[in-house]
T-cell receptor, first 114, second 114 residues
Framework: NAGVMQNPRHLVRRRGQEARLRCSPMKGHSHVYWYRQLPEEGLKFMVYLQKENIIDESGMPKERFSAEFPKEGPSILRIQQVVRGDSAAYFC????????????FGPGTRLTVL | EDKVVQSPLSLVVHEGDTVTLNCSYE??????LLWYKQEKKAPTFLFMLTSSGIEKKSGRLSSILDKKELFSILNITATQTGDSAIYLC??????????????FGQGTRLTINP
């Protein structure tokens, strides 16, 4: 049973470009969460999604960031017009929801903005 | 604002020692407390605690939750160099939107010297 998969593992972008981060949850998991880990800081919640629904985006910056979890395919975290401060590790987690709330994490995408 | 505080932030011990890591929290709508181990990549799930006073055990690791005093401890006995990692404490909270999200502490960086 494959775990949570994220790609790419490393992403380098220049200021002003777009970054797209993908997350495929564990088999049987329908709940996806995105977290950001800045250097030397703990993980911070960004957004929680179920299929085709954003449930809680209270941790997401209001501008330039968006997330989706379509009916088919992976969840996507999109960052438009990236700035240096967006450089971080972005982790995706998934859970079964009400059937089991343990969140299992993917390997993360390390975004570097030049 | 929901808050999770871990101590110590950093700990260096010798192989074979026993360590105790602390996590205190101040949140609204507590649902559970989770411990993760983070090496160079994804946080790996260790324990999920929902009830006070019930110890969870996995090999040399054990953890317990005190919901009255709002803290948890993670014990590691007979430490090995492979236990070197950052240990993350997270509290699952229910948000106003009905979602569950994790609020993380800063982590404890544990180093085991041979």
């Amino acid at each position: 049973n494959a775990g949570v998969m994220q790609n790419p593992r490393h992403l380098v972008r220049r200021r002003g470009q777009e970054a797209r981060l993908r997350c495929s949850p564990m088999k049987g998991h329908s709940h996806v969460y995105w977290y950001r880990q800045l250097p030397e800081e703990g993980l911070k919640f960004m957004v929680y999604l179920q299929k085709e629904n954003i449930i809680d985006e209270s941790g997401m910056p209001k501008e330039r960031f968006s997330a989706e979890f379509p009916k088919e395919g992976p969840s996507i975290l999109r960052i438009q017009q990236v700035v240096r401060g967006d450089s971080a590790a972005y982790f995706c987690a998934s859970s079964r929801g009400l059937l089991g709330n343990e969140q299992f994490f993917g390997p993360g995408t390390r975004l570097t903005v030049l | 604002e929901d808050k999770v505080v871990q101590s110590p932030l950093s700990l260096v011990v010798h192989e074979g020692d026993t360590v105790t890591l602390n996590c205190s929290y101040e949140v609204t709508n507590f649902r559970s407390l989770l411990w993760y181990k983070q090496e160079k990549k994804a946080p790996t799930f260790l324990f999920m605690l929902t009830s006070s006073g019930i110890e969870k055990k996995s090999g040399r690791l054990s953890s317990i939750l005190d919901k009255k005093e709002l803290f948890s401890i993670l014990n590691i006995t007979a430490t090995q160099t492979g236990d070197s990692a950052i240990y993350l404490c997270a509290v699952e909270v229910a948000s106003s939107q009905g979602a569950q999200k994790l609020v993380f502490g800063q982590g404890t960086r544990l180093t085991i010297n041979p």
